[in-house]
């Protein structure tokens, strides 16, 4: 979206939102919409609002699709997507006001610090793959997984951003060749060849994610958009275990199968991968092999320890008895009885 563009949106965006919403900075611009920062001067907080570039609003129809998912998602109030708090189409303008998150992306997080712990990939896959699942439940695809929809609040929990809007953008954008509109990076092989998709679309996309934040590199490359979108379909990534040899071979795997080109070779259902991910956090298995290996060691030698102790005390005790024992012989007075007690008290005799 060029300056003019975006001048533009902003000042229809305004008229739209009337009083209601004092309209402030731009957080953000994409190819089809804008996110702005917003205050509520009734509730006294910051909102976020993202409107769509009117180019890509065709008709109301058009309009009418995006907010009834955006609708549909907001009811399953599911604690890992966004809330939102307002949809509107007024004046040509397609908005949602939605919470702001002043601690911004996975993507922003990832190029300011770097890759996640296994512990920190496997929680946020499976804060997103909770939510997707209940998307998926409403009948509604998210088809745009990629670090920058994905909000961060200040303890690191993610919550998914933009349901139904790449669904606007296909329409808006529908090519001759019939492939959807999407992120050419985050696109599964069958969103690239415009096939009928399913949520493993969007799971796809949440591998890639994973793989990315895990390893600090995308899985498929390329020199342009058409050149990632063909590798999407025929190449395969390169193995985390070249690619991150110290990546736990259980968390490996499981964005592995995600990755897989053939949807019925992938993870079945969003649901599938997150419970798959919550039994590996639940384990020893997303420590990596050189930690996996000093933990088996120390359980080794606290085994060892407490094997030897309790011999060693044994063998204390079983001492002391026989020292007992030997003693009570040597004077004549069985163990136990006192020595120097008389057997027959001196009045008796």
């Known amino acids: 979206m060029d300056d003019d ?11 739209a939102l009337g009083a209601r919403l004092e309209l402030g900075e731009l957080l953000g611009v994409g190819g089809f919409a804008a996110v702005f920062r917003a205050r509520d001067p009734l509730l006294n907080r910051d909102v976020a609002i993202k409107a769509l570039d009117p180019k890509l609003v065709l008709d109301d129809a058009a309009a009418d699709r995006l907010l009834d998912e955006a609708r549909l998602v907001a009811t399953a109030e599911h604690p890992h997507i966004v809330p939102l708090y307002e949809a509107g189409h007024r004046d040509g303008v397609v908005y949602l006001v939605m919470r702001y998150f ?10 300011r610090e770097g890759p996640l712990s296994p512990a920190g990939v496997a929680r946020l896959g499976v804060e997103v793959a909770d939510a997707l699942s209940a ?5 509604v695809l998210h088809l745009d997984i990629k670090p920058e929809n994905l909000l961060l609040d200040a303890e690191g929990h993610a919550f998914v951003a933009d349901f139904g809007i ?37 799971v796809y996309s949440l591998g890639v994610v994973l793989y990315e934040v ?9 020199d342009s958009a058409a050149k990632i979108m063909a590798n999407q379909v025929s190449k395969a990534p390169e193995l985390l275990s070249t690619v991150a040899p110290e990546l ?19 993870w079945g259902s969003a649901k599938e991968m997150a419970d798959a991910l919550r ?4 384990s020893d298995k997303l420590l990596s092999p050189k930690l996996a290996r000093r933990r ?6 606290g085994r060892t320890a407490m094997v030897v102790g309790g011999l060693v005390l044994g063998m204390i005790l079983f001492g002391y008895l026989a020292f007992q024992i030997w003693m009570g012989f040597r004077t004549g007075v069985p163990p136990g009885i006192d020595a120097m007690a008389p057997a027959i008290p001196p009045a008796v005799l």
Do not use: C, N
Request: no cysteine; glycine share 8%; proline share 7%.
């Open 5 to 15: 563009r975006l001048h533009h949106l902003k000042e229809r965006l305004a008229a």
């Open 102 to 111: 002043p601690d911004g992306t996975v993507g922003a997080r990832l190029s």
């Open 135 to 139: 998307a998926h439940a409403r009948g």
């Open 166 to 202: 790449s669904r606007v953008a296909a329409a808006a954008d529908a090519s001759p060749d019939g492939t959807s509109s999407g992120t050419p990076h985050y696109m599964s092989p069958e969103q690239v060849a415009g096939d009928r998709l399913d949520g493993r679309a969007d």
């Open 214 to 222: 895990a390893t600090g590199r995308r899985p498929i490359t390329g």
């Open 248 to 266: 736990p071979k259980a968390l490996s795997a499981i964005i592995t199968r995600a990755l897989e080109k053939d949807p019925e070779q992938r």
């Open 279 to 282: 039994a590996a956090s639940a």
């Open 296 to 301: 088996t060691r120390r359980r080794w030698f």
